[in-house]
């Protein structure tokens, strides 16, 4: 999948008119193996501290594990976007042969199980120039590809916002084929008042109730972190809390496979070193009753993964975290969290009130004729499957 880069003039409306007389940037657009990133990690991390919207999970201690961990991984290649020779954006790329279900050839962003969002990784300033590149790519190189299928794209977002724009300049047709409202935290609120907003008088009396029987049983403390030590005990009593419980049982815990054990050990220790993981944790004496790994990527954060245990379930351990865990409102660097739970989700969305939306876009590529065939494609699916959830 790899192929030649790709250099091009802005358009004039890109330029500023007030700054014609100053040399517009140039733009380059490769698409390079995956293993070609392991040697720029350094411009990676630099991209992502100016990036117009934050994902870690496209950040270099996060996707680079991933690749190296997930199974069938060598045909993942990666759209790399330079602005005047600086890495400026990128997107983990695959030619997928099936469509879901269907064996529909498309281009296809990289995700994974324990991926929660698919919104490239792009230079504030440059969110029109990227797209613009990363179409004129997949026009003039889309092989076998049918069309182009962006996954975990947060709807309404600058990224989102720019692609819009730019397919609505080309003539473009692209289609939202799903999407749905997760649950999200940004308020103006103190921590106490968005929990007397979110929560009932009584379900808040019985919350504290809860607390204190937990308290008869012994030292019952909260533990948040933002350093790098410890880290590999915390991975573990994580990893063993999580395998003791239903997931444990079903197969799906982090660690019923050793990819991703790998994947939750070796991202963790990455976003700690660059200060970008918070660890939040409920002790009962030496005993974790439930954990939380937040990725912090101001003004954002997500809320990674969180385990409890089970066999403490009257006390309500995981709904005690996340009381605690509103006090990220009082973080001045981070305006919204982002739950990275399904939509509906039984707890957390009876505390967290806002919604995020994130959906799949399919859009044409190509000539006319490959267009015209994804037209009558994208009709027939969303005719079957409309994308009616609300975001």
């Not at 600058?158 to 308020?187: F, K, N």
């Not at 029987?213 to 533990?223: I, K, P, S, T, Y």
């Amino acid at each position: 999948m790899a192929s030649k880069a790709q250099d091009y003039e802005v358009p004039s409306s890109v330029v500023d008119p007030e700054a014609e007389a100053v040399r517009p940037p140039s733009y380059r657009l490769d698409c390079v193996p995956w293993r070609d990133m392991e040697d720029e990690v350094l411009a990676w991390d630099r991209l992502a501290d100016r990036a117009s919207e934050p994902n870690p999970f496209f950040e270099s201690w996060y996707l680079l594990p991933s690749l190296r961990a997930m199974p069938e991984t060598e045909e993942v290649t990666v759209l790399r976007f330079e602005r005047d020779g600086e890495l400026a954006g990128l997107l983990p790329m695959i030619r997928a042969p099936k469509y879901y279900r269907w064996p529909v050839p498309h281009l296809s962003s990289w995700l994974h199980a324990n991926s929660f969002c698919g919104v490239p990784l792009v230079a504030h300033g440059c969110e029109v120039p990227f797209w613009q590149a990363v179409l004129r790519w997949a026009d003039d190189e889309p092989g076998t590809a049918l069309f182009m299928h962006l996954r975990g794209v947060v709807l309404g977002g600058p990224l989102h916002a720019a692609l819009e724009g730019v397919v609505a300049c080309d003539g473009r047709q692209v289609e939202i084929v799903h999407h749905e409202a997760r649950a999200m935290l940004c308020s103006s609120l103190s921590p106490e008042a968005y929990l007397e907003a979110s929560m009932s008088g009584k379900k808040r009396k019985e919350l504290r109730r809860q607390a204190n029987r937990l308290a008869d049983l012994g030292e019952v403390r909260f533990e948040r972190r933002t350093d790098a030590d410890d880290i590999e005990d915390w991975c573990d009593r994580f990893l063993a809390l999580e395998a003791a419980g239903w997931k444990g049982e079903a197969g799906s815990s982090l660690a019923s496979d050793e990819s991703t054990t790998t994947l939750f050990r070796e991202s963790l220790a990455g976003a700690a070193e660059r200060g970008k993981l918070e660890r939040l944790a409920l002790w009962l004496d030496d005993k974790p009753l439930a954990m939380l790994a937040t990725f912090l990527t101001p003004p954002g954060a997500y809320s990674y993964k969180t385990a409890f245990d089970e066999e403490y379930a009257r006390f309500s351990p995981g709904v005690l975290l996340q009381r605690e865990n509103l006090a990220v409102l009082d973080r001045p660097d981070i305006v919204w969290s982002d739950s990275c739970a399904a939509a509906d989700h039984p707890m957390i969305d009876r505390i967290w009130r806002e919604k995020r939306g994130v959906g799949r876009l399919s859009i044409a590529i190509g000539g006319m004729l490959r267009r015209a065939a994804f037209s009558q494609f994208v009709r027939a699916e969303t005719a079957r499957s409309p994308a009616t959830t609300e975001v």
